[in-house]
């Protein structure tokens, strides 16, 4: 970001962009309505979610930035659990479910085949 700020916005004589980091989705979206902050990236997760409780408030101007899988978490070592969560995440993905239910959501991008440990940052 920093960078395309120095190459497109400071050598055309343009403001530099600002990144302000917020500690939730909720203070970007105040951030927004406040007039604090001109964009605010968001997980699309967030983003189908609110236009649908909010139809026209957010304007989406970019695409899918990162096309992250979703992530269950529990507690570490609860391999049983882990294991079972995996086995119903893996037939709603054969049969479909999983697509419709992320299609009618807004959010197919997440679809992936589900791995236990695929996400660990």
Request: charged share 25%; with cysteine; proline share 4%.
């Amino acid at each position: 970001m920093l960078e395309h700020s120095k190459k497109v916005c400071e050598s055309a004589g343009k403001p530099a962009i600002k990144v302000q980091g917020t500690d939730s989705g909720a203070t970007a979206r105040l951030q927004l309505e406040q007039g604090r902050a001109a964009l605010a990236v968001q997980g699309a997760e967030n983003i189908a979610f609110f236009n649908q409780k909010t139809p026209g408030k957010y304007e989406i101007v970019l695409g899918v930035l990162l096309k992250q899988p979703f992530s269950v978490a529990l507690k570490k070592g609860n391999t049983p659990l882990a294991e079972e969560v995996q086995k119903a995440i893996q037939s709603m993905y054969d049969d479909g479910t999983l697509e419709k239910i992320l299609t009618k959501y807004g959010i197919k991008d997440g679809l992936r085949k589900p791995v236990i440990n695929e996400v660990t940052g």
